[in-house]
């Protein structure tokens, strides 16, 4: 085998990635006629009933038979769901019940009618919604489409019968589907058509001198073909591209078509996805947003045709620019586009026809590599509504009124001037008030100031005076390009301020975002960042926020939220959370609910779900768009607090098993070494019959030393598991400091033979209130740490006396002393510097520093001049001592 027609091993993983996938979501099969009549409805039983005696499980979620006998038949065994009843107008309409087959869940379901409009009120306003629920939740759908109803073909289908194709599927649903063309020649369909196979006779013979002509049937018949030949073979393209043989199918076309409020932009939409399946490519859709405001219509106007591109398929961009041409092609280099599509201009006025002319001519010129397509973009069913761009500038009476009052004030100053410089200074002086008026007021203002210094200086000043006629040539050019300048200054000022608007609206936006963002960051645990999101987003949107999350399955309101969700507004959550799609108010997703439900999830996985109840009547295109960016930053947080909880458990965890794991290898020594010494003396002790009853006291007393250790390990783990628990209470009473010295030395007497102990105590009683036995212990663990760390013959000193208030207890060596570094860790459980010899818990200076901080007390550790250590034990003494009597 060649190099050639080896596999591609990444594109074979990916394929069969992408097929791992498409199992986990449910199949669709799509049984496409050219129009009703042909058999879709009796060929997708016909295979139904193929399939329930393969063994699925079959059931029927909607199909409309229409009476006809051996379509009904085909129905015979199948599980049909009962439909849920809607009222509407007064009339009970049956639909199919989502949530019956949901909890249902078979194998397949049988869905007639993909391009269904729903009766208002069901989940989604469209049935072939209803259809992608199912499939991600794992059920295959078998159903049926006339290809009228693709999205992409419906202009043509509109063009050659001339009927108006009110319901739609976006081909992105096919994308994935397989279709079967359930085909049937014209001649025959037309005599079904006659035999009242398809609709009653009345309308039958309607609809053949109208539709079912048999030439709008034999083009309806090559449209369905083409998009059968469209989609057959893509599975065998996909593996052969991932089997690498053939770079035939590998094409760099990338499409771009630009979309605006215009009702041209939907067919045009359309089209680019048409272009982009023959070539199968990549298209994009571009929006340029520009410094103008959009009218509420046209802004409605301009979701929509996005919303089509997103369901067609296109990857969809937003940008921003004043200029369209130089816009759109920024975009087109930075995604490597090979072809922009325009339609030709269509406006019926000369302005219409130049500035459509303007922008093909910019786009040829402008788009260098990139290649141009112009092709005739019908309009679309929407109507254009008059003007798509709310007023730059709206001025007030007020405003009008200040500059009429500015000229007419300027017009009595130039009466006074006109007889010390002729009539040609009082123009430049209206100039220069227009220009100041500019300054300050609107378009209109500054036109009208225009307008009426011109009228006032040829009727009073220009001869010849009071009249509006000019004489010379000089004075007409003059007063020409006064008016012309005016004009100029009110378009420029107009220009400005709506660009300053623009700038604003945009400063708005990224303020927010930037606050958000940087609140955001500082945030360490869900309740924070719920609080920056309710409080940000209430801030910007000026209405109550909600947030929910799911706890123990159930979507449970955050009570930081403002806004109060009923149980039908949850369920509207519910949805959004489980599908990972915008719900709600101003979407197609149960659109009846008071709030917009948007999904608070990542790639990893789903939180929760963000409900805003906009005070407007509407949602602008900016708006979703930053409520979608705070929705993203606020997911992004969320995982990385929670992923930042993973990694602190993880971290605990893997502590814990180093310590369990310490503890296992200390306490194993420790228990072994002792217990290895006791019975090695016991079973000499046992087998010297003949003994010295000096060695056998030395055996004896070498037992009851392994005893004591052992008691000593033993005792420290208990201590440690007082500690950790919280029980160690301290039994505080009266004591003499130097007793608890002497007493503590003796019971170690045989530990500390091979060091010298020098005291540092006072002659006279020193009366201390503690826990006597606590005490006793801390002292005696830090006298063992002092003899296990020093070498044969080092001295040890202990002193006690009250200092600052409270009671002094030391004990110093002359040992190696602490390394700096690790001074802060010596009184750490488990902790053994590395130079530390053989034996040990690691536990000593842990009860240590917990018994006496039980106390109120610290202890804290030093190294002495001239070498070792010094540990030292202060313990708060506020009450003073009784006064012994002497008796």
Known sequence: M??????????????????????????????????????????????????????????????????????????????????????????RLGEMDLDALLARHPQLALVDELAHTNVPGARHPKRWQDVAELLDAGID?????????????????????????????????????????????????????????VYLPDRAATAAQNFFREGNLTALRELSLRLVADHVGEDTRDFRVAQATTAAWKTGHCLLVGVGPSPFSEPLIRWTRRMADGLRCRWLAV????????????????????????????????????????????????QNVTQVIVGKPAGTGWLEWLRGDQLLRRLA????????????????????????????????????????????????????????????????????????????????PVLLAGALSALIWNFFFLPPRYTFSIEKLEDFILFALYFVVAIVLG????????????????????????????????ATSRDEVVWQLVTQVSKVFHGPVGVVFAINNMLTPHPDGSLALSEKELSVADWA?????????????????????????????????????????????????????????????????????????????????????????????ELRTPL????????????????????????????????????????????????????????????????????????LRRELASHPVSLDLPHEPLLVRLDFSLMQHALGNLLLNAVAHTPLGTAVTVGTKIADGALALSVADRGPGIPSALVSRVFDKFFRAPNAPTGGSGLGLTIVKGFVEAHGGTVSVENRAGGGAVFTVRLPQPEKPPIVEAG
């Open 287 to 334: 929006h340029v947003e520009s410094s103008r405001a959009l009218l509420p219509a046209a802004e409605a106007q301009l979701e929509k045709n996005l919303a089509t591109a997103r369901e067609l398929g296109a990857e969809v961009f937003t940008t921003t620019d004043d200029d369209l041409v130089r816009g759109l092609l920024r975009i087109g280099r930075q």
């Open 676 to 747: 290895a010494a006791s019975t090695s003396a016991a079973s000499a002790l046992a087998a010297a019959g003949s003994a010295t009853p000096e060695q056998r006291q030395s055996l004896m007393d070498e037992i009851q030393e392994a005893n004591a250790r052992l008691n000593r390990v033993v005792g420290n783990l208990l201590d440690v598991a007082r500690l950790e628990s919280g029980k160690v209470r301290p039994n505080r009473d009266w004591h003499d400091a130097r007793d608890l010295v002497q007493t503590t030395l003796r019971e």
């Open 2 to 91: 060649s190099d050639s027609d080896r596999p591609n091993p990444d594109a074979l993983l990916s394929f069969i990635q992408r097929e791992e996938a498409a199992r986990k979501r449910g199949r669709l099969k799509v049984f496409l006629g050219m129009c009703p009549g042909v058999g879709k409805t009796f060929a997708m039983l016909e295979a139904a009933q193929r399939e329930l005696k393969a063994g699925r499980d079959v059931v029927i979620g909607y199909v409309e038979t229409h009476g006809r006998k051996e379509t009904d038949a085909l129905a015979v065994g199948l599980v049909e769901i009962p439909r849920r009843q809607f009222e509407y107008r007064g009339v």
């Open 141 to 197: 759908i078998f159903t049926t489409l006339n290809v009228q109803h693709v999205e992409s073909r419906a202009d043509t289908v509109r063009q050659v019968t001339g009927a108006e194709i009110r319901e739609t599927v976006p081909d992105s649903v096919l994308d994935d589907a397989v279709l079967e063309l359930v085909d049937l020649p014209p001649a025959e369909l037309v005599q079904r058509l006659h035999e009242g196979k």
């Open 491 to 522: 378009q420029l000022v107009a220009r400005i301020r709506t660009q300053e608007e623009a700038e604003r609206r945009r400063e708005e936006r990224a303020v927010a975002l930037y606050e958000f963002t940087r609140e955001l960051a500082e």
């Open 577 to 669: 959370f489980r599908q990972r799609k915008a719900s709600g108010r101003f979407t197609d997703n149960l659109p009846a609910a008071r709030a917009f439900h948007l999904p608070l999830f990542t790639e990893r996985k789903a939180f929760g779900v963000l409900a805003v109840e906009l005070p407007d009547n509407e949602l602008t295109l900016s708006q979703r768009d930053l409520l979608e960016t705070f929705a993203r930053q606020a997911a992004l947080i969320l995982d990385r607090v929670e992923l930042r909880a993973a990694a602190e458990q993880a971290r605990l965890l893997a502590e814990s098993e180093r310590f369990s794991r310490t503890l296992l290898n200390s306490i194993s020594h």
């Open 365 to 444: 010129r402008e788009s260098g590599d990139i290649d141009l397509q112009v092709v005739r973009a019908e309009k679309s069913g929407t109507k254009a509504t008059g003007p798509m761009w709310r007023p730059s500038f709206q001025s007030s009476l007020q405003q009008y009124l200040t500059a009429v009052g500015v000229i007419v004030f300027t017009g009595l100053i130039n009466l006074g001037l006109m007889a010390l410089s002729g009539p040609r200074v009082p123009g430049l002086v209206f100039l220069l008030a227009v220009v100041l008026v500019a300054l300050k007021l609107g378009r209109g």
